[in-house]
């Protein structure tokens, strides 16, 4: 051991050097510093997206002070550095077009706010909880529990759906009876449906929307309202208390049906009855 | 004597007799308990380290049973179609059970159009389902809540984004006390709406604040609620909301069971009698 720190001894330090050394030493100390402002931060009270974006910033804020203290210690001067900031931008601009679109993008985003951590959101074919909103992507995860990073520019561009926003939503539920069914008391079973589910609110009322003449039915919409919550769950048990409902009150929902026309010209078409049990030398 | 103090050693089999269905109770160990409250069958059997509690109601909201059966067989509770264990250290085999108000407002639709003409003052009987709760008696550990009869989700607001979830039920505005019929499981709530105004009042929706109303029960046993005193204000679509302070007007000599679930709020305007839905 004596050798080393003999060793050590020796070694005579430049003033560059030194300054190196504290410069990554004060950076190393920002990001243990950002780390820690952002996990004890007392923000318990607030939304998890204004969580998010306050833990960001103070996280950011110190980076940067940091990164300016440290280039102090290297003898840069920072009004050098901002002046140059202006040209840089422009270079790392066209440099790096995508990911500022996709940061500015993302800033749109924490400003406009038009779902925030914990909604439910769709995006194009992706449909998933918001898990984080960083500053270049949004995060969703699926509900097979899948990681989907969406860049925030696709997310201005495109269409996007938060299914949770409203406390309430609406279940559409396209039903199709025979043409011979009485459509008022299809309606009254229906509504009685509606009535006796305890997680279909009253208000707003259940509808029942004619939606036209099938090829094999006559098509009903149904639609019923239960909180964001509850919604699955209605979703299922309505339509299983519609099967059960039309099979007890001997409705029928159609299969498709095909008859066989061969013009009025010519005979009908031959029909030969096949004994359902066949002998074996028939096989 | 409090609401509560009432207490049936149930460790014989057989049906126990007693007015009230809440109050507390000794369960013999092993055996099945049951109660029907109404819709409402709630079962209780201790166990070694634990209750073991189920409950199924009927579709019937309006069945008006209350029986007490006590040494069932554990067949009996395990034919229920929702069955909890808690575990529980002691050897107490007490079990305690307490009527709640709904825990969330209820908006009663009239099952025909009514109005409160002009200068009129009129007190309606508006039922409600009662909640039970369930409680270890010896140190009053809370073990479940369940309501006699779970009424139907409702939105009421003016909008589909703004508004609140409520509970919704049918009421006969019944304008006269003797006709209210005298159930196990149900509470009466006496709602006093003034209309001051010179236009008539038409009530589409009635929306009380079950969860910030205590209950009573009057000497004939029937349960009831504070009163809730609503005025119409002019030109708007808000009431002032006013709970009655103590026993209600119509029952003065009324014990109280339980205190309101949350601290109602004195004097304040509430869309109570229609939202935007019709």
Known sequence: MEWLVETLRSITWTEQVQQIVSAVVIILLGFVAARVLRRRLPLDRLHPQHQLIIRRFAGYVVLGIALAWALQQLGV????????????????????????????????????????????????????????????????????NL??????????????????????????????????????????????????????????????????????????QFSVWATREKFLDLRNSIQNAVKRSFEQHGIEIPFPHRSLYAGSATDPLPVRVIAAEQSPQST | MTAFSQHSDISKPGSVDRAQWWGSYSVAEKSVTQWQIGPLTVGAQRLRGEWRIGHQSVDDPLANTWR???????????QMTNIERFAISGESNEIRLEPRAADRPLVSRPDLPFHVLPGEEVTLYVGSPLWVAAYSAADSKALLEIPSHRPSDTWFGPTTGEGELCYASRSFCRLVLDEVPRRAHRAVTAVIIRNPIQEALPIVRLKLPMEQLGLFV????????????????EGTEFAQLEIGEGAPRDAPGAEQLVDPRVRPEKNRAVRAFSSLFS
């Open chain 1, 147 to 220: 990681l989907v990073r969406i860049p925030n520019e696709s997310m201005i561009k495109s269409n996007v759906t938060n299914l949770t926003f409203f406390p309430i939503r609406r279940f559409d539920m396209q039903v199709g009876v025979a043409y011979k069914e009485d459509l008022a008391k299809v309606g009254e079973v229906l509504m009685e449906l509606a009535d006796k589910n305890p997680i279909c609110l009253q208000e707003p009322k259940p509808l029942i929307i004619f939606s036209g003449f099938g090829d094999s039915a006559i098509n009903l």
């Open chain 2, 218 to 233: 009057s000497g004939d046993g029937r349960v009831w609620t504070h009163d809730v005193i609503l005025e119409r204000g």
């Open chain 1, 77 to 144: 001067s920072l009004g050098v550095v901002l002046g140059a900031a202006g040209l840089l931008t422009v270079a790392v601009g066209f440099a790096a077009q995508t990911s500022v679109s996709n940061l500015i993008s993302g800033l749109f985003l924490m400003v406009e706010q038009p779902f925030v951590v914990g909604d439910v959101i769709k995006v194009a074919d992706a449909t998933g909880e918001v898990v984080s909103i960083d500053l270049l992507s949004v995060r969703l995860r699926t509900f097979d």
């Open chain 2, 68 to 78: 007490c059966t006590s040494g069932l067989d554990t067949a009996s509770l395990e």
